[in-house]
């Protein structure tokens, strides 16, 4: 869900009003990430300070939080700390493109409305490894019997006999 952020965005307009954005959005709102997620638990801390450089707009700020990605080599949980600034020239041209000094990253609009949740889906992509793992070891290499926790050891048994069980009562009638 979005938290007080708005879902589409005129990047000119909010450059005129050097608007300041400000608020939290779930993870499960990116629905792009999920390739990479474990779970969708958790959410992102944005903060977007928008202004005019020269005669595009721009974005400057941050954007951080926790995920749990999935790791490549043992596709376990893997918790991941997004951590990354953001500076975007939104162009509309090749020329305004060129034009950008370096340090912005540019980004060709081509309508006035953009999806907001689309431009921070795209930083946490670009800011990802592309191949997540865990850095010292994987759980893959741990006896089997530690990776399953207790609750799933007592749910499994429980679930053939509570079927069997409805089957006998279902007889019974
Ligand atoms: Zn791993």
Redesign the pocket.
Known sequence: MLDQLPELIDPVVFAERHSHLLGHLSVRRLSRLADFLFDKKGELKIDLQFYKEGKVPVIEGRIEGHLTLT?Q??L?A?EWFVDKPVKIGMVQTIEQADRLTEEFEPMMVSDNKMSLPGIIEDEVLISLPDYP??ENK???YEPAEKLVEPKEIEQKPDNPFAVLATLKNTGDQ
Do not use: G, N, V
């Open positions: 790791c080599s043992c376990q893997l793992r865990h994987c759980l893959q």
